[in-house]
């Protein structure tokens, strides 16, 4: 994980490029093989991102890639945030864009059925919601929570914070406020318990 | 390496023990490997040793004379200043040089005129720094170039606007800072970003809502903080995720006793000074940043 060696590596590439040619179907083979013994190592990504950059490879086969590394793991924040960087570069209009969150939304919701606690997929889709530009998707957001919620799927108290937490941030983007909401003071109220030590945060929400 | 630490609850802080833990490391044991592997470094390490001291308040009880020639010593013609004597010239042991005068009270001893050329000719066309001249870009370094020049009185010198204009572009989908556009948000780099905003004033461009929260969920049940989801608590965010939540004006968002409790099982209270996390080995940067957490 040492950053001038990565640096060191960069600048070397560079050199080579400009003098004769570097070999970056190598480098990015290079840097598949260190993703593979170390996913979030952000030095290897960020060169990843440099061999890329440079070898001109499309969003499309890079977004592939972080699909490969969630598959692996659901927790791979990084191949997440590289995903949420990728995702605009593979559409080329607003109705593919909007597609494409969709798509995004179902495959998300895969990883945090498989595993409610794991806060990586539900940070990708808190981010997936703020895209989102019309209220009726909103809502169908809001029941996805509400069934995960749902006394069926008998989650813990510790494993509902997560959806509770999304529920929240998506009544507020509808327009609810703790002062008419019961349903959104009482979810803030509980996520004050199953998460004592954010408690402030939680009361600055409902205060808001 | 301390033992049994698991053994003690450590509930206070141990003061004399920091203090003689720094203070022993200025002892040149040039026979060391260790004091040769850091020479790079040693003009920040002086930094972190003299804040540190300055947190316990024992000041005094550094040789201020021997480190200011020292760090004199480090100072490059073209106004930067290296690791140690006979280096080259970076952004962060000019920082770090700029920081041991200001601890000591010795700020006008500086040639501002040319350190302040210095940073302003590492600026970059997009607003981004060089941290050399071998063009290494990160979000440190707008932090360290803005940071040395605000010491300075000097902020004059250099783009203000661009340099805000790029530390933006490393604004990530969840409302935290990577080293560079299109980088993984991470606490350290979060300090950094934050704190350039907060010296240009900006901080009204950014989410702080988002990015609070964010800061906030890096503290662990330990009590601990990490510097990104899912990695292991580390005493140093001790001071990158706090101080980022206190410029944002929300550090009541994380648990406050959990997080003393944690540093303080960090310390070793046989040879003194702080680990990075609970029964592993103290250094001088780590108590520097357990103290000031």
Redesign the interface.
Same mark, same amino acid.
């Given at each position: 994980e040492e950053l001038?060696l990565w640096?060191h590596r960069q #600048?070397t590439t560079l050199r080579l490029q400009e003098w004769h040619t570097c070999d970056w179907g190598y480098e990015l083979e290079l840097c598949t093989a260190f993703l593979k013994a170390d996913c979030?190592n952000?030095h290897c #990504? $960020?060169y990843r991102?440099h061999v890329t950059e440079q070898a001109r490879t499309s969003a499309k086969d890079e977004f592939a890639f972080t699909t490969k590394k969630i598959l692996e793991l659901f =927790?791979n924040? =990084?191949a997440w945030?590289?995903r *949420?960087?990728l995702l605009p570069q593979t559409c080329t209009s607003e109705e593919e864009l909007a597609k494409a969150l969709q798509r995004e939304i179902d495959f998300v919701k895969n990883a945090f059925y498989t595993d409610a606690v794991d806060? *990586?997929p539900w940070?990708?889709y808190r #981010?997936l919601l703020s895209q989102l530009k019309d209220d009726v998707d909103m809502k169908q957001e809001l029941a996805t929570c509400e069934e995960l919620l749902s006394e069926d799927m008998e989650l813990t108290p510790f494993e509902s914070k997560w959806p509770t937490l999304t529920e929240v941030s998506i009544r507020k983007r509808l327009g609810e406020t703790s002062h008419e909401s019961e349903l959104l003071r009482a979810s803030l109220t509980r996520l004050a318990e199953v998460d004592?030590?954010?408690k $402030?945060?939680y009361e600055?929400l409902m205060g808001k | 390496m301390a033992e049994g630490n698991g053994d003690k609850e450590l509930q206070t802080l141990l003061r004399e023990k920091h203090v003689k833990f720094i203070r022993q490391h200025d002892d040149k044991r040039e026979d060391d490997f260790a004091y040769w592997a850091v020479s790079h470094l040693r003009v920040s390490g002086y930094y972190w040793g003299l804040c540190a001291m300055a947190s316990l308040g024992a000041l005094d009880d550094m040789p201020k004379g021997s480190i200011l020639s020292f760090v004199r010593s480090c100072r490059h013609k073209s106004g930067g200043y290296g690791g140690s004597p006979g280096h080259d010239p970076h952004l962060l042991y000019t920082l770090s040089a700029v920081q041991v005068h200001a601890l000591i009270g010795a700020l006008e001893e500086l040639d501002k005129e040319s350190i302040s050329k210095y940073v302003s000719g590492l600026q970059q066309a997009d607003g981004s720094f060089f941290g050399d001249r071998w063009g290494e870009v990160d979000t440190r370094f707008s932090y360290i170039a803005l940071n040395t020049l605000a010491l300075l009185g000097r902020l004059d010198a250099v783009d203000m606007s661009k340099a805000v204009d790029f530390v933006l572009q490393c604004v990530n989908f969840d409302g935290a800072f990577g080293v560079v556009p299109g980088a993984e948000s991470h606490a350290g780099q979060t300090f950094c970003c934050v704190g350039a905003l907060a010296i240009a004033g900006k901080l009204d461009q950014i989410d702080v809502d988002l990015l609070g929260w964010w800061l906030a969920e890096r503290q662990l049940p330990s009590g601990g903080l990490n510097g990104r989801p899912q990695k292991l608590p580390d005493v140093c965010y001790s001071w990158w995720v706090l101080s980022s939540l206190g410029m944002l004006d929300r550090l009541e968002w994380i648990n406050k006793e959990k997080l003393i409790s944690f540093i303080l099982q960090c310390q070793d209270p046989d040879a003194g000074g702080i680990a990075d996390r609970p029964d592993d080995r103290a250094d001088v940067y780590h108590t520097f940043f357990g103290v000031a957490g």
């Open positions: 001038l640096f #600048w979030r952000f #990504w $960020n991102r =927790s924040y =990084s945030h590289q *949420s960087a806060q *990586s940070l990708y #981010w004592p030590d954010r $402030n945060y600055y | -």
